[in-house]
């Protein structure tokens, strides 16, 4: 097998590149869109550790992860039509009632 | 052995390259599809890692499913792309920064801290089959399982709420602006005609009462 390493590392990699979407994406589509990529860097490293200790509870936690975030999507893209829908833009920066 | 290696470059530069796309493409769309090549990418790597069961619910939840969501949304509101609009000059500096310094430290913790990290051995065959994940799942983790469906229950509903357009938001929104254009003329008009709006109002319940819910929605 490939060292346990090498699949930490890119799963650190994705998780960053999800970190670094959420902060300079300026559409929120595509922010929910780099929140589902951490999801699945954090998925990879559970599945991982699920095989370096034989233990099946990583994957059946990732099944709980799937659910969570299929909720998630279906309330935030909700949230996002909303907003559209009396701010007419889904840019994070136009939505800035509360700054004045 | 060399194979294995390979098979592990080749799947990790797809993900990667897949998620700089993700990162970089101006078009929403491009974007979703990019994350599709992600998800899959992701899924082959579970196979690898010896979780089957997982990697096909992984396509057909995430790359399936969610994705389908993701693409019926921006289609919906036809937003592929933003207007270009003023940027936060020091936004995209200090993110890469802070990214970066994310990656430092888990790169620091991998390759310094690995001591406690056991090596990965090649699964056994029954090691993660649908029927060891299902004993697992209703043996040991019941509560979850419910509790799981519960909230997704309360995704859909809320969903549903947050998206439900107000019955006879139409008209009050009316009556709002009458009231202040009323208010710009004078407070001599103003009574009569919101009197005449409460009165449409009235007249528009009445007749839902009548034909029931979901009568006028043709005209609407």
Redesign the interface.
Known sequence: ??????????S??????????V?????A??I???L??MF?AA??AF??F?????K??G??F???V??????????G??????I?RSKH???V??QSTLKG | MAA??IF?FIL?AV??VS??G??LSQN?IY??LF?VV??SA?AV??L????P??AL??IT??AG??MI??LF??M??G?EK??I????PW??P???I???V??LE??YL??FR?GA???????AAD??SPN??GL??FD??LL?FEV?SI??L???V???V??KDERGATVRRLVTLETRAADDRGADTQKPDLLEYEKEIQAEEKREEVAGPGADEFHR
């Open positions: 097998m490939v060292p346990i390493q090498y699949y930490l590392g890119l650190m990699i994705l998780f960053a590149m999800g970190v670094l979407g902060i300079i994406r300026r559409n589509i595509v929910f869109m780099s589902e990529l699945n998925n990879l599945i991982t699920a095989l370096m200790h034989q099946l509870s994957q059946i990732v099944f709980f799937m659910a969570v975030a299929a909720a998630e999507v279906a309330v893209l909700a949230l996002i039509v909303a559209f833009s889904i840019d920066d136009q | 294995e290696y592990f990790a993900a990667l998620a700089v993700v990162l929403s974007t979703a994350l992600n998800f992701i790597l579970f690898t890692l010896g979780a069961f997982i619910a992984q939840v995430y499913a969610i969501l993701f949304v921006i919906l509101l937003t933003l207007p609009g003023k940027e936060i936004q995209r200090l993110g890469i802070l990214a970066g994310l990656l888990g790169g991998i390759l690995s990290l056991g090596a990965l051995n090649t699964p090691y993660a060891a994940i697992e799942l040991n983790y979850p799981t909230l997704l309360v995704a859909l809320g969903a549903i947050l998206t």
